[in-house]
């Protein structure tokens, strides 16, 4: 079973740190790995974590995305920095390759906001 949080909305450039909280399983096992889906696409890999500790990007999110896991409470994150407008989706954890069990993900949008309307008239 898989627990995603720490989703947001933030403007681009921001950052967020999501956590996924794993049980049911041997959690030192297992590679573990973050996707995302947007509406009407196939879930993509974002990042990856070996059980030996090795690590694997999406070429679009290196340098500004990192994946770490703690075996210890069986938690796994990624922090997002520099976000862009192209990383808005639903985020999700699973193992790699991925299990059947899929949990509800967490939402991740990045916009600016509306603004506001500023009117200077004499």
């Known amino acids: 079973q898989f627990v995603e949080s720490g989703g947001g909305s933030v403007q681009p450039g921001g950052s967020l740190t999501l956590s996924c909280a794993a049980s049911?399983?041997?959690?030192?096992?297992?590679?573990l790995a973050w996707y995302r889906q947007t509406p009407g696409n196939e879930r993509e890999l974002v990042a990856g974590?070996?059980?030996?500790?090795?690590?694997k990007y999406y070429d679009s999110v290196k340098g500004r995305f990192t994946i770490s896991g703690d075996n210890a409470t069986k938690m796994v994150y990624l922090q997002m920095n520099n976000l862009e407008p192209t990383d808005a989706a639903v985020y999700l954890c699973?193992?790699?390759?991925?299990?059947?069990?899929w949990g509800q993900g967490t939402q991740v949008t990045v916009s600016w906001g509306q603004g506001t309307q500023v009117t200077v008239s004499s």
């Open positions: 699973n193992m790699r390759p991925p299990s059947a069990t």
């Open positions: 049911g399983f041997n959690f030192g096992d297992y590679s």
């Open positions: 974590i070996t059980s030996a500790g090795d690590i």
